[in-house]
């Protein structure tokens, strides 16, 4: 099987789990209702919820810049928030959330290497979820919720948190001359491309020791999602209901996030939202209300993404890339 048609197929079972999900999500759906809500919402909850989300993206492309400076890529603020507006543009309006991903790589690998840019993506993918799901797994206790839902939430963020563990002590701790004599005897098929895999191997495991980017990315993820459980919060409260505990609604809020970047829909669409009604339903949350402020906070980051367009449709298309 090709690898184009893998992609495909994975795209169509993505699909097909969005398309299940939301038609789960609105069976029985108070559409009124949704539509009521979107009408009582002050302007200033709106006002400040797009100002924490657009701090967000701020702090993550701050994040993002940590881990390039720690691989010796000199890159300004400015040029880096930009370059992050971009690979959101493509996480969302292509069918993938790793379009950013690659958006990203290419578009500042042109200036400063492939392999290096690369390998900065990927250590701020994997360590950014790795410290979420270590802040959701150390407060999952406080999850409320139906028993299965919340059951089968810290079972499956257990599971993330050790997997994405043991990738980074992989990373940080496996010999480098023991890889590059493995690859070069075991890949020596690859050719010149096995001696950039073992740069690109090398960029990870210096990024991902580097005390900068551990330090700062606990502290990205902890300021956003501080800030997110204070608007999910106000919310509550917004909708009628009494004013929640801060750590129950932080533990949620960061089980969702984590699971949500489990690529088993598109882009989350459909997972998201029912994590939102299984997760947020015990602090007296409805259906409608839950998908309210899951499509509100996703429809923040396609505002977002609009600045994202049009930084891409300002970026020069070049003729000889560096491979």
């Not at 390039?68 to 370059?83: D, G, I, K, M, T």
Request: net charge positive.
């Amino acid at each position: 099987m090709t690898a184009g048609r893998r992609r495909y197929l994975l795209l169509v079972a993505q699909a097909a789990v969005s398309t299940v999900l939301l038609f789960l999500l609105f069976r029985n759906f108070d559409w009124p209702a949704f539509g009521r809500l979107f009408a009582t919402i002050p302007i200033w909850f709106y006002v400040l919820s797009f100002t924490v989300v657009l701090a967000g993206q701020v702090l993550y492309a701050w994040r993002w810049k940590l881990i390039l400076s720690a691989l010796s890529v000199a890159v300004p603020f400015r040029a880096v928030v930009e370059q992050y507006l971009v690979g959101i543009f493509f996480n969302n309006f292509l069918p993938s959330t790793m379009g950013g991903d690659w958006a990203k790589v290419y578009y500042l690998g042109r200036s400063e290497g492939y392999v290096r840019v690369g390998a900065s993506v990927v250590v701020d993918r994997v360590i950014g979820v790795f410290v979420l799901a270590s802040m959701a797994l150390a407060i999952a206790a406080m999850l409320t919720g139906p028993p299965r839902a919340v059951a089968a939430a810290r079972g499956t963020l257990t599971f993330a948190w050790a997997l994405l563990a043991g990738i980074i002590a992989l990373a940080v701790s496996a010999p480098a001359r023991k890889v590059w004599e493995w690859l070069t005897v075991r890949l020596a098929w690859l050719g010149r491309s096995a001696d950039r895999l073992n740069r690109f191997l090398e960029h990870i495991r210096t990024a991902a020791r580097h005390p900068s980017v551990q330090i700062g990315t606990g502290i990205v993820v902890c300021s956003y999602f501080a800030m997110l459980g204070l608007i999910y919060r106000e919310f509550v409260v917004l909708m009628g209901g009494s004013t929640p505990a801060f750590l129950p609604v932080v533990a949620a809020v960061a089980t969702i996030t984590t699971l949500s970047n489990v690529p088993v829909a598109i882009n989350g669409l459909g997972l998201r939202e029912q994590l939102h009604f299984a997760l947020l339903s015990a602090l007296g949350l409805s259906k409608e209300a839950a998908a309210g402020i899951s499509l509100l906070l996703f429809a923040h980051v396609l505002v977002i993404s609009i600045a994202g367009a049009a930084v891409w449709a300002r970026l020069p298309i070049a003729k000889g890339d560096r491979a």
